[in-house]
């Protein structure tokens, strides 16, 4: 810890909050099928009224917990689809744009 953040008494507080932003903003950004969640927690498939979840096992069912992965299962499949679809295309795109091998004389 350097000098400044010693003086400082709120130092702790500010990067608790930090951490805490940088969390959700890493679910917030996040695109696919979750291996975990950014608290740490594992991720679990649940179902509530008819539809698929992927959960944090942490998660809290109310509208205020921000801070916990959770996601249409539907919606993490069709990233999923269109991330393999997007790697295809770039490798389809590198074949079809590759510079013709020339025979050397």
Not at 58 to 73: A, E, P, Q, T, V
């Amino acid at each position: 810890m350097d000098r400044e953040s010693e003086k400082d008494p709120y130092y702790d507080d500010l990067k608790a909050a930090k951490r805490a932003i940088e969390q959700m903003e890493m679910i917030a950004m996040m695109e696919g099928i979750p291996k975990f969640c950014p608290c740490g927690g594992s991720i679990v498939d649940t179902r509530k009224d008819e539809k698929r979840y992927y959960q944090c096992e942490k998660f809290k069912d109310d509208r205020n917990d921000l801070m916990h992965i959770s996601k249409l299962w539907d919606k993490a499949m069709e990233e999923e689809e269109l991330k393999a679809h997007r790697a295809e295309i770039v490798n389809l795109s590198n074949v079809v744009f590759r510079s013709p091998i020339v025979p050397k004389k």
